[in-house]
């Protein structure tokens, strides 16, 4: 099946900096997303994004299918974008079964 | 609310029990999913079901089942109980593979 790498598995910034997430997956993927999970353990949806770029307010995620990677950006980081950012794929057709990755965790600290 | 929602948010209970969780949405999703997220946080399917299909994770041992009784519930049933199946186990649902959708989790603790 298809495998999906997260880096830096931690990261630690100050209020108001600037961040990359990275995604490396094994195989072509029809599907790819981006989740947050918060400090009280909920997963949030935050981008569905096979390929190209998309962006939400301080947040926005970029997918090269073609090299097999995608990026979350996080500007202006705020306390409230701490937790584990995972990202996930699948590949084949039918089964919309997401692999995910082992997760970024993000402190952001004041 | 549209939502997923799942109950119960906790659940301690002793080895070799039976217990269920059960899993609502009402987004009018047709897929719904199982996963577990064990104490590293790593998140794994378990299952997936949709009213045509039930696809079964190779892992998950047969004391695991996931019952359906209509297109907006997927409740996970789990027999003999053990300590290694203690974790966080999250709903989903889907309409196809878009507007994924977490529930809230259950945090099952074997002792």
């Known amino acids: 099946g298809i495998q999906v790498e997260q880096s830096p598995p931690d990261l630690i910034l100050q209020e108001g900096a600037n961040s990359t997430l990275r995604c490396n997956f094994s195989?072509?993927?029809?599907?790819l997303q981006w989740f947050h999970q918060n400090p009280w353990g909920q997963l949030i949806n935050l981008f569905y994004i096979p390929s190209g770029t998309k962006q939400n307010g301080r947040l926005s995620a970029t997918t090269v299918a073609t090299e097999r990677y995608s990026l979350l950006y996080i500007s202006s980081s705020q306390t409230t974008d701490s937790g584990v950012y995972f990202c996930a794929a699948y590949s084949g057709a039918g089964s919309y079964q997401l692999t995910f990755g082992k997760g970024t965790k993000l402190s952001v600290i004041p | 609310d549209t939502a997923v929602s799942q109950t119960p948010k906790y659940l301690v209970t002793q080895m070799g029990n039976d217990k269920s969780i059960k899993c609502e949405q009402n987004l009018g999703h047709d897929t719904m999913y199982w996963y577990k997220q064990d104490s590293k946080k790593f998140l794994k399917i378990m299952f997936s079901y949709n009213n045509k299909e039930l696809i079964i994770n190779e892992t998950v041992p047969n004391r695991f089942s996931p019952k359906s009784p209509d297109k907006a519930h997927l409740n996970l049933h789990i027999n003999s109980l053990e300590l290694g199946d203690s974790a966080v186990y999250f709903c989903a649902s889907s309409r196809q593979q878009l507007g994924y959708t977490f529930g809230s989790g259950t945090r099952l603790t074997v002792v």
């Open positions: 195989d072509s993927v029809n599907n």
